[in-house]
Each structure stands twice: as C-alpha cells, then as structure tokens.
C-alpha cells in the first residue's frame, strides 16, 4: 500500500534531519514544533545558536523530462529570514534554500482548491534551480553555512537540577499558559534533550526566537523565598537565553513565575558555591532585585511577545 500524503511527508522529515545530524557531527540541534501549523517542519541551531525554520517537501510528481514538480501553498512559505526549505528528490538529496530565493524563483499559481501557491519545476541541470541542489549527505555542511557558522556558542552539558517528574510538570505547564494566552508565539521542544534549553520560541513570521529553560518547584525553600540553583559549568551568558523559574504552592495553581535574561542572572543573583549560581526570589513580599522580571503565568506570554519584538 502507497504512502498518504501526510505519512510521505513524515519519512522525508526524518530523513533530512537524520542526514544533517549525522554531516554536522550532532552540532545542528534538532527542535519540533508543539503544534504542527506554521509552515515550519524543524527548527534546528547551530552549537545553540539562532535557529533555522525549515520546511521539507516532497514533490508532487517527476515529469517526463525527468524535472520535479513542487507546488507550494504561499500560506506555508516563511517570508522572514531563516526560514529555509529543503525540496526533496526521493532519497539522494534535494533544493535547499532560503525563502527569499524560493518566493523570487518560483512561479505563482493556485492549487485545485484555489489557494494560491509557488510553483517550482526543478531539474539539476537548470541555471535557476541547480546551485541550490544538495546531495543528502551534504545537508550538514549546507545547512550550517546557512546558519552562519561564525556564531560559536558552545554545546553545553546537560545536568538534571530537579526530579523528571518535576521538571516535566513545570515544562508541561508553562506550555499549556503560552498556548493559551497567544498565537503569536510558536513553541518547539527539542528532539533529544540538550544544552540546558526547554524550549524555543519564535515569534510567529518572524526570525526573531528565544530560548527557555524552565525550572520549577512545590516547596520554599527559606519562608517566603524560592531557590533554584544553576551549575556554573553549564551555564551560558547567551543573550538568546531566558530562565523561567517556577513556584506553585500545594493545592494552588501555578505562579508566580520569573523570566530572567541568563545576562542578568549572572548579574544579580546570589554568589552562591564554587559549582553553582544560586536564584533566591520572594513569593509574596517584596523583592527589588527580581520584582522587575515577574510574572503571572497568565502574563508570561505577553512578556515574551514584547521582548521578542523588542
């Protein structure tokens, strides 16, 4: 039995990122959407740098001429810069380019039921089309100069700080407030637990993205006081980089929560021990050095969307 539509999508999907994992010797780090809806299949970052938005397609049939066939709904082409889409030819590579190149290259038209949509007939042997032909086993080099290699940030260990249960609560929960409060934001979790990040978000038709790492916990830790503690070794200063920490009291719900640039938790926080950075926030009194970077979950979002507009 032929493959649906939906299920062809899926291999090609894992194959392209199983061939970029594998040429970029695990440097381009692999996020999957939450929610499948934005035109974007993967994002992946290069040592946890700013991430591509890809898109992988297969084609819609192979011509006479031996030339591929792609039509594309104008809906699921990102017109913002890193969002990239791979063309695929079966299982020996594909058109990999960005956007831009797509949107100029392509011709418009509109599908059967009308939407509109980019039409690309493409051969290997074409002046337009050729110079964005990759061979599968050279997706990994491809994609990292797309991803601007220059960007060095280092691949950082992950240590678990909290139980999994905990932490997968806490993860789980900040979520399901994002979701709810916006559709401005798009969620990616990773697809093999790395660097110390939970998750991502994109602004949605935008380059613009964070990272989230979330901790949380049910108890305090002095009266009134939530602590966290972050391994110095593992820590990164990133700019891209928020923390997200968590305080839900027994038989209440979730909140407050405190969203703090890595910059600015290096700055403030508690000395701490030689191995960790130590978080120490009030719950219900006053606090001057985090009251600025506090939340309702509720409002969580809203503080994303500004900082990612920002």
């Known amino acids: 039995m032929p493959l649906a539509p939906g299920q062809q999508g899926r291999v090609y999907e894992n194959l392209v990122e199983n ?13 999957l959407p939450v929610l499948d809806s934005r035109g974007v299949d993967r994002a992946l970052a290069l040592d946890s740098g ?20 792609f039509a594309i709904p104008l809906s699921q082409v990102g ?20 956007g831009a190149a797509l949107l100029r290259l392509g011709t418009r038209g509109r599908l059967v039921d009308g939407r509109p949509c980019i039409r690309v007939t493409a051969s290997r042997a074409s002046p337009r089309w050729g110079p964005y032909w990759t061979p599968m086993w050279d997706f990994g080099r ?15 260990e992950v240590l678990p700080e909290r139980s999994q249960e905990e932490g997968a609560y806490f993860e789980a929960a900040i979520t399901a407030a994002l979701l709810g409060a916006t559709d401005r934001l798009v969620l990616y979790r990773p697809a093999v637990d790395f660097a110390g990040r939970d998750l991502l978000v994109q602004l949605s038709g935008s380059a613009s993205s964070l990272y989230l790492q979330v901790k949380g916990t049910f108890t305090l830790d002095l009266p009134d006081h939530v602590r966290f503690q ?20 027994p038989d209440a719900p979730l909140g407050p929560v405190w969203l703090v640039p890595a910059a600015e938790l ?16 009030r719950v219900s009194g006053p ?12 409002a969580l979002a809203a503080g994303l969307v500004a900082e990612l507009q920002g």
């Not at 061939?19 to 996020?31: A, C, N």
């Not at 297969?58 to 591929?68: A, M």
């Not at 391994?231 to 980089?241: E, I, K, M, V």
């Not at 700055?267 to 960790?276: I, N, Q, T, V, Y």
Request: charged share 25%.
């Open 19 to 31: 061939s970029y994992t594998v040429g970029s010797d695990g440097r381009l780090q692999t996020w």
């Open 50 to 69: 700013p991430p591509l938005f890809l898109q992988v397609k297969s084609h819609e049939r192979r011509r006479q001429d031996n030339r591929l066939s």
């Open 79 to 98: 017109t913002y810069t890193r969002w990239v889409v791979a063309l695929m030819d079966a299982t020996t590579g594909g058109y990999l380019m960005p």
């Open 142 to 156: 491809s994609l990292i100069q797309l991803a601007a290699p220059g960007l060095r940030a280092a691949p950082l």
């Open 230 to 249: 972050v391994r110095r070794r593992t820590f990164s200063p990133d700019p891209h980089l928020r923390f997200v920490f968590c305080y839900r009291a």
């Open 266 to 281: 290096l700055a403030r926080c508690h000395p701490g021990d030689e191995e960790h950075l130590s978080f120490e926030a």
């Open 287 to 298: 606090d001057e050095r985090w009251s600025e970077f506090r939340h309702a979950p509720e």
